[in-house]
T-cell receptor, first 116, second 112 residues
Framework: KAGVTQTPRYLIKTRGQQVTLSCSPISGHRSVSWYQQTPGQGLQFLFEYFSETQRNKGNFPGRFSGRQFSNSRSEMNVSTLELGDSALYLC???????????????FGPGTRLTVL | AQSVTQLGSHVSVSEGALVLLRCNYSSSVPPYLFWYVQYPNQGLQLLLKYTTGATLVKGINGFEAEFKKSETSFHLTKPSAHMSDAAEYFCAVKAAGNKLTFGGGTRVLVKP
């Protein structure tokens, strides 16, 4: 089975712009979660989508949003980019419909976003 | 709310020596615990996880971890370090749902 794929792998934007990142989960996985990784704040949970609905949300401003399509692919969008949004954005998928804490999340390689 | 503390942001070990990475957690409910590894310019790969049952958990690449409820710990060990173990390691906890809460990470350097 192919793993989680994320596109693009690298992205450079300027302050004030918006950006859309894409994630394709492992085939058959219906839950997709997004995480932000920065040197200062570490790994932080952004949100989780299941069956096109946001099931869980972290503590990020409304500039960060996401969606999930009927084929389970997910996108996240960041509007009005700030320098502090520079980070590695990781997507993870898991197979469970119930979202149990025992579920394993499988991570993609990430998209590295640089905001200038 | 849950939290994870990893003691030591950097650890240096000699090839062939024991690798010990410390993880302590705080959780108001029985926790589910995970160790992930991240190689440069890559995502996270699951090493092992504890859900219920046996408290000594074996994972991939010769790693294992022991859940100790009384000490709220889930330390990761490997008897003999290999050069390929150089990476960053993250301990994580889930209490409910699918949200992982991560520790700050420990970067492992392996000296020849």
């Amino acid at each position: 089975k192919a793993g989680v794929t994320q596109t693009p792998r690298y992205l450079i934007k300027t302050r004030g712009q918006q950006v859309t990142l894409s994630c394709s989960p492992i085939s058959g996985h219906r839950s997709v979660s997004w995480y932000q990784q920065t040197p200062g704040q570490g790994l932080q949970f952004l949100f989780e989508y299941f069956s096109e609905t946001q099931r869980n949300k972290g503590n990020f401003p409304g500039r960060f949003s996401g969606r999930q399509f009927s084929n389970s692919r997910s996108e996240m969008n960041v509007s009005t980019l700030e320098l502090g949004d520079s980070a590695l954005y990781l997507c993870a998928s898991s197979p469970s419909a119930s979202g149990e804490p025992t579920d394993t999340q499988y991570f993609g390689p990430g998209t590295r976003l640089t905001v200038l | 709310a849950q939290s994870v503390t990893q003691l030591g942001s950097h650890v240096s070990v000699s090839e062939g020596a024991l690798v010990l990475l410390r993880c302590n957690y705080s959780s108001s409910v029985p926790p589910y615990l995970f160790w992930y590894v991240q190689y440069p310019n890559q995502g996270l790969q699951l090493l092992l996880k504890y859900t219920t049952g046996a408290t000594l958990v074996k994972g991939i690449n010769g790693f294992e971890a022991e859940f100790k409820k009384s000490e709220t710990s889930f330390h990761l060990t490997k008897p003999s370090a290999h050069m390929s173990d150089a990476a960053e390691y993250f301990c994580a906890v889930k209490a409910a749902g699918n949200k992982l809460t991560f520790g700050g990470g420990t970067r492992v350097l392996v000296k020849p």
